[in-house]
T-cell receptor, first 113, second 119 residues
Framework: QKEVEQNSGPLSVPEGAIASLNCTYS??????FFWYRQYSGKSPELIMFIYSNGDKEDGRFTAQLNKASQYVSLLIRDSQPSDSATYLCAVNGEDTGRRALTFGSGTRLQVQP | DAGVIQSPRHEVTEMGQEVTLRCKPISGHDYLFWYRQTMMRGLELLIY????????DSGMPEDRFSAKMPNASFSTLKIQPSEPRDSAVYFCASSHTGTSPLLNTGELFFGEGSRLTVL
């Protein structure tokens, strides 16, 4: 079983809609959770991180964490075509000694103008 | 402020040749990571260093791969001999230990990657 699971997509949403990206992880001991965005041919860049159960908002982005369900999500409000990218969920799993991040395979988001 | 710097950006080589990828982490960062990204396997951790010391190399696929960090500002990933299945984008990333007792993993800052093609 892969440590971090994401639906590969593509997830297609119209401009202005809310995009919901989901991620599940297998290691209950994970404490740090990150969302990275990766444009085609570019390197991953951090969007948000979350450590505590609940919601964390930053502009149009909201990260949600539920440790009991081992579930992390990212909501993007008022989606823009420039949000079209692959979104990578990452956790500090036990398999990396909790100092490195284990990444999911990513969900490709397409925002239609 | 300079980010993580990798070279070369692109490398095309023939099977059996030696490949050396280079990385300069962000100044002051005490962790350095090498990841490999392919369509099939996504982003995989190969090895990481803390204060120039290799901590976990369990992701290195086989003995053909080796990595060094002779000082805080430089690391190399070497493949010898290279094979077509090594074709991938290799990312170097660095991070700084969090100061909060609740944070044991800092944000990873990625370089632009080295795209390797082995023919």
């Amino acid at each position: 079983q892969k440590e971090v699971e994401q639906n590969s997509g593509p997830l297609s949403v119209p401009e202005g809609a809310i995009a919901s990206l989901n991620c599940t992880y297998s290691d209950r001991g994970s404490q740090s959770f990150f969302w990275y965005r990766q444009y085609s041919g570019k390197s991953p860049e951090l969007i948000m991180f979350i450590y505590s159960n609940g919601d964390k908002e930053d502009g149009r982005f909201t990260a949600q964490l539920n440790k009991a369900s081992q579930y992390v999500s990212l909501l993007i409000r008022d989606s823009q075509p420039s949000d079209s990218a692959t979104y990578l969920c990452a956790v500090n799993g036990e398999d990396t000694g909790r100092r490195a991040l284990t990444f999911g395979s990513g969900t490709r988001l397409q925002v239609q103008p | 402020d300079a980010g993580v710097i990798q070279s070369p950006r692109h490398e095309v080589t023939e099977m059996g040749q030696e490949v050396t990828l280079r990385c300069k982490p962000i100044s002051g960062h005490d962790y350095l990571f090498w990841y490999r990204q392919t369509m099939m396997r996504g982003l995989e951790l190969l090895i990481y260093f803390n204060n120039n010391v290799p901590i976990d190399d369990s992701g290195m696929p086989e003995d053909r791969f080796s990595a060094k960090m002779p000082n805080a500002s430089f690391s190399t990933l070497k493949i010898q001999p290279s094979e077509p299945r090594d074709s991938a984008v290799y990312f170097c990333a660095s991070s700084h230990t969090g100061t909060s007792p609740l944070l044991n993993t800092g944000e990873l800052f990625f370089g632009e990657g080295s795209r390797l093609t082995v023919l």
